[in-house]
């Protein structure tokens, strides 16, 4: 008598996609937190020279004033009436952070005023102009 030999794969033969979703997850979570610590005003502007410029690394609350008179924040032009309430918004995400007014040379010390007083008004009083610094 003859016995036949019957041999089973023991394990599926095609590739382990699990370390690939291991890395795509690291990479997602890497890009949700820089984007959520990332912010800007949303404007370009000409900042002036300064010879005392330092970098601010905590800040996270970044206002500009174009040569307009414009205010914006995180993208937005808004309305100086409604600086306060947005200040407090994001505030109220992160309570330790400070705030960088990025004004134009040429924007009105009224507008970049106006924006002083409603952070203060709002319970900040870290404020920082944004200089270039001179070289």
Known sequence: MRLRRHTEL??????????????????????????????????EVNRPDSATATKQDKANIMIGIDSSGDIWINRRRVDVDSVRANIEALRAENPKGTIVIQADEVAQAKQIMAVMDA????????IALAGKPTQ
Do not use: C
């Open 119 to 126: 952070a203060r008004q709002a319970g900040v009083y870290e």
């Open 10 to 43: 023991s394990e599926e033969s095609g590739i382990d996609l699990a370390p690939m979703l291991d890395f795509i997850m690291n990479l997602l979570i890497f890009f949700i937190i820089t984007a959520a610590v990332v912010k800007e005003s949303g404007v």
